[in-house]
């Protein structure tokens, strides 16, 4: 299962500059090194631009889950920008994103995509873990936060569907 690696070395940036929402997400791709996999990083960029072009993907409470999909991609993955100073992205909330992920995916909807959205969704869901993930650290420190939380939700939904909303 290609999620099993979400959240490895690599996917966080502790502090993004952009005050712009694409260029947060723009600086986001070219800094965290989990995206230098891609064969194609203009072209992915381009996807996640686009797409949210179409509808904001911030849902409120400092959060926005940008996503795109890429061809020749064999798996999910997911880079998490910290915004310390917080940016404006129509949030329907209208209160600025602060926690800014990023997930690439094969171009055809796949259940391992669809997983690690709903999983993220739910532990981004949770008060204590975004201040958690705010309160700073290294990027390893965060990584491992967010990893743990991740795939600890993970397992507890196979479980119980509804077990890590908080």
Known sequence: MSIERCFEEGTVVPDLESTDKYDAIRELIHRAPVFRELAD???FERSVVE???LLTTAFGHGVAVAHGRIEGL???LIGLGLA??????ESPDDKPVHLLFVIASPPHMSLDYLRALSTL???IRNRAIREALLAGGEAREIERRIRGEFFLCLDQ???APMACEG
């Open 51 to 53: 797409r949210e072009q």
């Open 157 to 159: 939904h196979s479980r």
């Open 84 to 89: 310390r100073a917080g940016i404006p992205f």
């Open 41 to 43: 990083i203009p072209a």
């Open 74 to 76: 064999a798996r999910v």
């Open 121 to 123: 969704v739910r532990v």
